[in-house]
Every structure is written in C-alpha cells, then in structure tokens.
C-alpha cells in the first residue's frame, strides 16, 4: 500500500503587514550618475551579498550582527553530514519515537517521518532541507554524532557544527542546537552564512537537493513495505520567481523573524547573499530578490 505524506510547514506564523521602503522622489536630488546603481533598501535587520567567485562584498546592513538563525542553522547541519569520511548516503536510518516527540514537544516544523521507516541518509538530506524538517534534522545528529546514548551522540553532533564553523572562520558564529530551534546560544550574522552557505554548496550532493523545489522519496516502513515522502522546499518563492536561483535555505522562528539564505547564478556569474529578521515570507523573499538583482549589477 502506498500512502502520500505532505511534507508542509507546521511552524505557527503570524500575519505581518510588511510596508515597503519609502519612495524617493528622484527628482529632489537631481539626476544619478550614468550607469549607477541603485541600493536597495530590504526590510531584513540585516543582510550580506557577495560575489560567489571571487568573495567579492557587494552588500552589507548590519552583516556582522549577530542574530538567531531560525533553520538556515541546518546548512551547518547538511554540511557536517556530507562531511564525513567514507559517507554512505545510501545507508539506511530507522526513524524512532524520540524524533517524533520532539516535534511535538517544539511545535517544529517537520518532514513527517514515521516511527519505525528506513530512511536513506540521502532522503534525510531532502527532508532536512527541503521541508526543513526538525526531524529529520535530529535522525541526522542521531546517526553521525558519537556516544553511546542519544544525548552524547546528538550533543557530539553540535560540537562538530561548532567545529566547522571554527575551521571556516565565522567568528561570530555558534550553534547550540542541530536544528535552529536554540536554547540561547544559537546565533550567526549574514556574512557568516553567506560564507557558510558558499562553502556548503561546493558539495554537488547539497547543491542538487537546495535546487530542488520538489521531490517524491520512496521508504520502506517497519512492517517491510514501502511509503512515499512527498516534500516541497520551503524556498520555493525564491526558485520560481527569480530567474537563475540555484538555493539555498529558509529558516523562520519568534526569534528569528524570517530569515533566507539564497544564490543564483546568471552569465556565469553567481551572486550568494543572506537575510536575517525580515518581516514576513513574502519580505524575504523580495528582499532576496532585490538583493540579487543588485549584485549582479554590480
């Protein structure tokens, strides 16, 4: 039998009014400079764009502020998976009761795995980014963290985060979850991400599934049968509704507001940037919008 399980959102998120930027009238000031670009002005707290190829700062608004990072946390997390040595992306995980519960217990947003399924490291990639499972996020800190309970595994996990980070040079970076949900001390700043998120999607793995704006995952359940997962990426208004978008990840929380991680690559040139506390879905999505068409501008 085969049951189709949606993987959506189940993040509460509250109706925000978002006012655009004021309109200048151009006039006053008096005619731009021939070929200058305008700045553009985003609702986000902060933001960070650079040139991809050559590390080029091409944008900053409080860049170097340091903000929680609701689940663009789980770059971090998919880049110390696809890290690891002689990595099987084929081997099979078994979804247990206590990954459940923490979505119930955090209101988390989740890839609807079922207690009891195999799952491939692979199909927990998808379900991490994609519908941004918490989930999946933990299944993932389970298996590749060390420790012989849970708890060591999962706390072993964050330090190799931690660790990557330290070894990429985001000074002002530090996780103490594997998912974004933090206990305090779970913060990054646009241009860390951004420099994140660059290093992450030099792994052709992870560049695949953050493009990916669908995908239909086949699972055998605990009985020997089979299931599908099907999962949606939760930056689709970015991969549809900008020309060349290539990534990268959403993440949203009380904390966080609405945050975006996002790249696009147009005439061979790729333009990767971040925005940090923005005030809805829709604004971050536009603010990624504005920010990339400014960046290749530049």
């Known amino acids: ?41 985003i609702a986000a707290k902060g933001g960070y764009v650079m040139n991809n ?13 340091r903000r929680s990072t609701g689940s663009t946390t789980k770059i971090m997390t998919a880049k110390v998976v696809l ?10 995980v078994t979804i247990q009761k206590a990954y459940s519960d923490y979505i ?17 490291v692979r199909q927990l990639l998808y379900g991490l980014m994609l519908p ?8 993932l800190a389970d298996k590749f963290g060390t420790g012989t309970t849970r708890a060591a595994r999962v706390k072993s996990f964050i330090g190799k985060m931690n660790s990557s980070a330290r ?36 792994n052709s793995t992870f560049k695949t599934i953050v493009k990916t704006q669908n995908t239909r995952q086949k699972a055998t359940t605990k009985s020997g049968g089979y299931r599908y997962y099907d999962w949606e990426n939760t930056n689709k208004p970015l991969l549809t509704g900008y020309s060349g978008t290539i990534g990268v990840k959403t993440g949203s929380g009380p904390e966080a507001k609405y945050c975006l991680v996002f790249a696009a690559t147009r005439n061979g040139k790729t333009v990767i940037g971040t925005v940090l506390a923005s005030t809805s879905i829709t604004a971050r999505t536009s603010d990624a919008k504005k920010l990339l068409t400014y960046g290749f501008a530049r």
């Open 83 to 92: 890290a690891q040595s002689n990595l099987n992306l084929d081997a099979k």
């Open 167 to 202: 070894s990429l040079g985001l000074t002002n970076t530090h996780f103490d979850s594997f998912d974004g949900i933090g206990h305090g001390s779970n913060y990054s700043t646009p241009r860390d991400l951004t420099k994140l998120a660059s290093s992450a999607m030099k």
């Open 1 to 41: 039998m085969i049951t189709g399980i949606k993987g959506t959102r189940f993040r509460r998120a509250a109706a925000v009014t978002v006012t655009t930027g004021a309109v200048l009238a151009a006039g006053a000031f008096g005619a731009a400079p021939a070929g200058a670009v305008t700045t553009p002005t």
């Open 132 to 139: 941004s499972g918490c989930d999946a996020a933990y299944a």
């Open 104 to 120: 119930v217990a955090n209101n988390a947003s989740q890839a609807h795995l079922i207690v009891g399924d195999k799952v491939t």
């Open 53 to 65: 190829g050559t590390g080029t700062t091409l944008y900053t608004k409080a860049a170097d502020t």
